[in-house]
């Protein structure tokens, strides 16, 4: 394992452990909102100091930018680690077992490594790259479908902005139109996770931020998959949109996105 993968996985572990101790008390704490639909707790907070806490432990001159903190600035550029400490918060906040820590390092603007972790159901999604993607140790790749009929697909409603909802809808009837089916789970991290295990066959969301996707889309990479935006642009990484599949997957599901 690449050093700085197991430094990233130590954190996710450490964080995974608040979460944990948090669910089973979580009605013990008050939620805060952060705008439209969009909550944070003490929780969320105490996780991502913690992750960064134990990051810099070992790597004190590394740029960061979280979900909570945002942006810290470190001497060496070069590195930046992208953080979100409970990628599923509203999950949590209701008790739905079905959220995860997503921990992501870019080397000179490139994603290198990447973590997934559910504490949950103790499920480890890391990737490196040039190296593949593993879930527990053990090699996962992307699922490689011949069209959408064959498919189950993952996806997100426009929560923050519902005034939306009627352009997505529209996508939305078409794709569900042609595909096996569609879930929705809560949580861009682990969908991508799963779209990298062949657990989901694709994924498409609108109005996200490169935290949201950052360790799940070089999981994705690294597993067989393809990542774009809803144009097929291959960098979305800050562009607030996010299609996840092979190539056939992807073709079928920007047809009716862009």
């Not at 997503?102 to 000179?108: F, Y």
């Not at 991508?192 to 694709?202: C, E, S």
Request: hydrophobic share 40%; proline share 3%.
């Amino acid at each position: 394992m690449h050093p700085m993968l197991n430094i990233a996985v130590r954190a996710a572990r450490v964080a995974g452990t608040i979460i944990v101790r948090g669910f089973e008390k979580r009605d013990d704490f008050k939620k805060e909102s952060k705008g439209a639909n969009d909550y944070v707790t003490q929780i969320d907070k105490e996780a991502e100091q913690a992750i960064i806490h134990k990051i810099q432990q070992s790597y004190p001159d590394h740029c960061f930018l979280g979900e909570e903190s945002g942006e810290t600035a470190g001497k060496d550029t070069d590195f930046q680690w992208i953080i979100d400490p409970l990628d599923g918060t509203t999950n949590f906040v209701k008790g739905i077992p079905h959220f995860a820590v997503s921990i992501a390092l870019l080397h000179k603007g490139r994603l290198d490594q990447a973590v997934v972790f559910d504490p949950i159901r103790g499920e480890l999604f890391t990737a490196s790259r040039g190296q593949g993607a593993q879930l527990n140790g053990y090699r996962i790749r992307a699922t490689k479908p011949r069209d959408l009929s064959e498919t189950i697909l993952a996806t997100a409603l426009p929560f923050k902005n519902k005034g939306q909802f009627g352009e997505y809808a529209l996508s939305l009837n078409k794709i569900f139109h042609e595909c096996g089916d569609i879930r929705r789970g809560g949580s861009a991290a682990l969908d991508l996770a799963y779209v990298a295990a062949g657990r989901h066959d694709g994924y498409w969301e609108r109005g996200i931020k490169a935290w949201d996707i950052a360790a799940g889309e070089l999981l994705v990479r690294e597993s067989g998959g393809l990542v774009t935006d809803f144009k097929g642009g291959n960098d979305p990484l800050y562009k607030g949109e996010i299609v996840a599949g092979s190539v056939k997957v992807i073709q079928g599901l920007v047809k009716h996105l862009k």
